[in-house]
């Protein structure tokens, strides 16, 4: 007996942001964010609508591909930096949108590495008190946080969410996970107001503190770095070799740095899912959203053993191992 993925799903709002459009807001070109980032557009959550929308419609299709009854949820965990509101959390708006009550919801964020987080304190919440079936989302509106006067971070960003059901299972799906943090690394990707140390004024809004800053450069070779280590470690713990894998599945931060990191595992770029053309980086969202693409486009199979790896802000980084068993 274990726990497995039982069920996936994405959603992705329609408004699409193209590099020409991109173009006419800042000094940059289509040929510059493709050759350094491997981007061509990304998706916006209409105004009005909030990560809950995007998280509550993945969550549906999730829910569907399962073949659960939605009233079978035991618990809702939601990975996001950028919930609707401070208070209450966005998993408690899905779950009231979902018309689900009495089952524990709460939000976690661990940035970009939110979902790979999330699968594991899903499986601890199985494993330890007992519940059978669990709702993980991640679900962003990178658009909130971007500032669209730098060229530097606002070509990267975009919206969308994922979210799986996980359940306990005859057969082990969630095999292993690796968690890692730093925080000393935190400055180099925030956002310094808008929180509680900073928190909304005049000030904030006129220095630009409400929008997310990077050192993109440093953070590049960090997370060559970080998500090398990550798949190491899980194949080092579980006494797997690289060939073993069937698939693995990227944080889409920049293909730059998913080639970089194929080449310092000596890995084929071709077991590496890549969608970031579509989409840009969503932070938490882009792995489950490259999950949910890969199985309906039928790249993983059952039996397939599979990685997910992300990096982020914290720094975090993080890996799970995955049989997929459904
Ligand atoms: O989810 C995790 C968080 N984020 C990341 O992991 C991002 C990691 N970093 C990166 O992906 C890359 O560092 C970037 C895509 C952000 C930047 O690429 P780069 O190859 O590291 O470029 P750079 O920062 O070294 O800048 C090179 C040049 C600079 O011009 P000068 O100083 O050489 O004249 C930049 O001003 O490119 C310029 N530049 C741009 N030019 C056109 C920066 N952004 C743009 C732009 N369009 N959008």
Known sequence: MGVAITGTGSYLPEIKLTNRDMEMMVDTSDEWIITRTGIKERRICPKG??????????????????GIKKEDIDFIICATITADMYFPSTACIIQKK??????????????????????????GLILGCGY??????????????????DRSTCVLLGDGAGAAIISYSKEEGILDSYLASNGSYGNLLYTPGGGS???????????????????????????????SEAVLKILE???LKKEDISL??????????????AKNLDIPLEKFFINIEKYGNMSAACVPVALDEAVKSGKIKKGDLIILVAFGAGLTWASNLIRWVK
């Open 237 to 239: 713990k579980n006494n």
């Open 132 to 149: 059978k079936n669990g709702l993980v989302i991640a679900s962003e509106c990178m658009s909130r946080l971007t500032d669209y006067t």
């Open 248 to 261: 693995i599945i990227p944080h889409q931060a920049n293909l730059r740095i998913i080639a970089g990191v």
């Open 197 to 227: 140390l900073k928190s909304s004024s005049f000030e904030v809004i006129e220095k630009r503190m409400n929008f997310m800053k990077m050192e993109g450069s440093t953070l590049f070779k960090i997370a060559i770095h970080s998500m």
């Open 49 to 66: 609508k909030a990560s809950s929308d995007l998280g509550v419609e993945a969550s549906l299709r999730a829910i569907a591909d399962s």
């Open 98 to 123: 979902l018309g689900l009550e009495n089952i524990p919801a709460f939000d976690f964020q661990a940035a970009c590495s939110g979902f790979i987080y999330g699968l594991e304190i899903a499986k």
